[in-house]
């Protein structure tokens, strides 16, 4: 005999957390499964937009004893140093992952959730013929499940079991992110663009700022290590040098990950519902990934809850996930090619400057209503 339940969620990120979370409280037999333990750090910007908040709010979902920074501000800054601000229409928080993430499992256990942290999925199969998934975990044990939400990020191990193709590709970038103390305006989110990549700042809890980027593979192979890769090419743009120089910086050591795909993926494959990153991850820039994460999360559960038969259900998470993202992922994935390179950083900062209608349509379109 072994386990059965009604939905197994494989990754505790936001998406697997807001899905389990909201099966859970409706009265779901949830288990979700997460390879690492709460709480820990990830590479990740932590600027939320502030499209979820009312839903963070009314599911009192929103971590208390905090001072988060609100942030209505956006600066970019050319690879020379020159920057231009703007006002964000929607605008967002800061908030560590570290705290946001074991705020959200703890809101799993309240409910009646099931996690299983520190193991991870090894495979995922559906069985046509008795109609339901078996999960192999890494140790040996099966368990079995009615439905299956895939919420394991932008790559695992998983990827490459389920044939997915965008798993051949690889990318040029990687992501490294730090919490430093530094001067930097607490309402402010800023893009600081770099030769191959660029950098986000924003402040977090407890006065603390964020200091996260996108950088290139190639480079980090030409110069041997991430210090002398970002004195070699971050600090070459000297409004973000002094962010290296001048700051206290606060983890051991960086967070880093590589091989960050933004390829098109699919919201269903396998009969597994796809949520966050690993239907599509959203270009950095764009400063949204949380907030889709824990939208699409928050659909398939949903569409879990809602649909009467296993067609239905993934026929409405599908259309519905489609509608909601797949045009921000396009817009993304254009706009990615505005940054990172002299000229075009250039062109951006002018077209800010200047036509600041325009910039605020791209920024708009790359984001979604509040929900
Ligand atoms: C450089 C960079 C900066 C970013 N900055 C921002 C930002 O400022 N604002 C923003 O909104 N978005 C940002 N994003 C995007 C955002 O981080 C992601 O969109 C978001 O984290 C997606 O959440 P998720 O739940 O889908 O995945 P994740 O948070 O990646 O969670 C997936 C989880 O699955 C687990 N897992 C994987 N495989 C298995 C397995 N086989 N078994 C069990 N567990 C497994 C992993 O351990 C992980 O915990 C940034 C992304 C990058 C790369």
């Known amino acids: 005999m072994i386990d ?3 939905t197994v969620v494989i990754g505790g990120g936001l998406a697997g957390l807001i899905s389990a979370y909201l099966l859970a409280k409706s009265g779901r037999d949830v288990l979700l499964v997460e390879k690492k333990s709460y709480p820990f750090h990830r590479v990740c910007g932590e600027y939320l937009s502030n499209e979820v908040f009312d839903f963070l709010k009314r599911e009192n979902l929103l971590p208390t004893g905090y001072d988060l920074p609100t942030i209505t501000h956006f600066l970019f800054s050319d690879t020379t140093g020159k920057s231009v601000t703007t006002l964000l229409d929607m605008g967002g928080f800061g908030i560590s992952r570290y705290v946001l993430d074991e705020h959200f499992y703890q809101k799993v256990l309240e409910n009646g959730g099931e996690v299983r942290t520190g193991v991870q999925v090894e495979t995922v199969l559906f069985d046509e013929i008795e109609n339901q998934f078996t999960l192999e975990l890494a140790g040996g044990e099966s368990l079995a499940a009615e439905y299956v939400i895939g919420a394991f990020g932008k790559r695992s191990k998983l990827d490459k079991v389920l044939k997915r193709s965008f798993i051949e590709k690889r990318s040029p970038y990687i992501g490294v ?5 530094t001067d930097f305006d607490r309402n402010t989110v800023a893009l600081y663009n770099f030769e191959g990549g660029y950098c986000g700042l924003n402040a977090i809890e407890e006065d603390k700022v964020n200091l996260c980027y996108l950088g290139n593979r190639e ?6 290590s991430i210090e002398a890769m970002e004195q070699e090419i971050l600090w070459k743009n000297p409004s973000l040098k002094r962010f290296f120089t001048d700051s206290e ?3 051991e050591k960086p967070e880093v990950i590589n091989e960050i795909n933004f390829e098109r993926k699919g919201p269903v494959e396998n009969h597994i ?3 966050g990153d690993s239907a599509g991850l959203i270009t950095p820039l764009c400063g949204n990934g949380m907030a889709m994460a824990i939208q699409s999360g928050k659909l398939a559960a949903e569409s879990i809850l809602a649909g009467k038969t296993r067609t239905e259900i993934e026929s409405n ?3 519905s996930w489609k509608a909601l993202f797949e045009r921000r992922l396009w817009l993304g994935r254009k706009v990615q090619r505005l940054f990172g390179a002299k000229q075009a950083s250039v062109f951006t900062r002018k077209l800010i400057q200047n036509v600041p209608f325009i910039a605020k349509q791209i920024i708009k379109n790359t984001h979604g209503k509040a929900f």
């Not at 480079?219 to 041997?224: A, N, Q, S, T």
């Open 249 to 251: 910086f606060l983890l």
């Open 317 to 319: 998470y599908e259309v």
């Open 4 to 6: 059965k339940y009604s």
């Open 273 to 275: 519902l796809m949520a």
């Open 177 to 181: 992110k730090y919490h430093i103390k």
């Open 219 to 224: 480079h980090l192979r030409k110069y041997g």
